[in-house]
């Protein structure tokens, strides 16, 4: 019974997983499993079947005193029919079965599908987010999906980069991220996440950090849990200051604020930092950690000079993540000399 229960437990039998699988999480995962489960059986009751029988003639005709040397039949039709058509006959059925699934999981669902790009280098992966619904782009660290949804990966490596893939054993799926090129990836994910996410790993050899080429997958119920993921994950905490900076002046400010000393609709950021900075009503204060942080937060504060009051700037306000923004922002101004 033991033995048994050891058994099912290396096999990978239902969708709850097994020592071989995690639990079937896309819609293709099911047949990916049912492939390997009918691969594997006929390997195992073939193997059993041929050495068992192998092990059985070696004993029942082993050579003994008072027994007669019997003659081996050289030829037998049936038996030699038999055993080349039944091979034949489950050789198609695995073939039809799989190449279904195959088809199944390169042929993409023509509706509703949603696009993001995946971006593997050393060694790091970045899943780009942009349009509708999110509002914006984002480059999240993680996968964010929803139950249900289709998904069309668009992956890539950038042309000095190497080969990378990506894995994720959960959806039984895996695609090369090649430099230079791009290579497309669907998937469709039935089941949510558990609370700390999916695997995705590189499975592609990509030198010294390859082992720690492995992110996470999230798979929410609804819209907006997705969408407060992918904001989340998207606030560059992964970068270090003066990147970070750069990063959030692409996203949020470089549509007023250029770093090349031209104006816009508001100052330029290039050389102001550890100036003074003239204001419209005549005054002048330090261009300083304060003054960026306020004129962030209420840019009606400080109008500077040459500039219209009423400020024509949204304030911005990332809540519990300011400081990580106020110092990515202030590294990068520190850089615009
Ligand atoms: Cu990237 Cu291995």
């Known amino acids: 019974m033991i033995f048994v229960q050891g058994l099912s437990n290396l096999l990978p039998l239902g969708r709850a997983g097994s020592f071989w699988f995690p639990p079937q999480s896309s819609s293709v995962a099911a047949g990916h499993d049912f492939v390997y489960d009918l691969v594997l059986w006929l390997c195992i009751i073939f193997f059993v079947a041929i050495c068992g029988a192998t092990l059985y003639f070696m004993v029942k005709y082993r050579k003994r005193p008072g ?33 279904y699934w195959y088809l199944e999981m390169v042929t993409p669902p023509e ?13 790091r992966w970045t899943f780009k987010y942009s349009g509708e619904p999110i509002g914006g782009t984002y480059f999240c660290k993680e996968l964010h999906l929803i139950k249900g949804q289709a998904y069309q990966a668009v992956m890539t490596a950038p042309d000095n980069d190497v080969l990378h893939s990506m894995f994720i054993p959960a959806f039984r799926i895996k695609q090369d991220c090649v430099p230079g090129r791009y290579n497309r990836l669907w998937f469709r994910p039935i089941e949510l996440s558990p609370p700390e996410g999916f695997d995705l790993f590189c499975t592609e050899y990509c030198g010294d950090s390859h082992s720690r080429m492995i992110t996470k ?39 007023c604020h250029t770093v090349d000393g031209k104006a816009g609709t508001g100052p330029s950021w290039q050389g102001m930092w550890g100036t003074e900075r003239k204001l419209a009503d005549g ?40 400081e990580l923004y106020f110092d990515g922002i202030i590294a990068y101004m520190k850089t615009l000399k």
């Open 283 to 322: 005054s002048v204060m330090p261009y300083d950690e304060n003054y960026v942080r306020k004129s962030v937060l209420e840019p009606n504060a400080h109008i500077a000079e040459g500039f219209a009051k009423p400020s024509a700037m949204t304030p911005f306000d990332w809540g519990t993540e300011n």
């Open 111 to 123: 509706d509703d599908i949603y696009e993001l790009n995946v971006t593997a280098q050393k060694w």
């Open 217 to 255: 997958v999230h798979v929410y119920e609804t819209e907006a849990e997705w969408i407060a993921g992918i904001k989340k994950d998207g606030d560059l905490k992964g970068l270090n200051p003066e990147d970070r900076g750069k990063a959030i002046h692409a996203q949020f400010c470089s549509t």
């Open 67 to 99: 027994h007669k040397e019997e003659i081996t039949s050289t030829h037998n039709t049936k038996l030699e029919v038999t055993w080349s058509l039944v091979p034949l006959a489950l050789l198609m059925v695995v073939f039809f079965i799989s190449t």
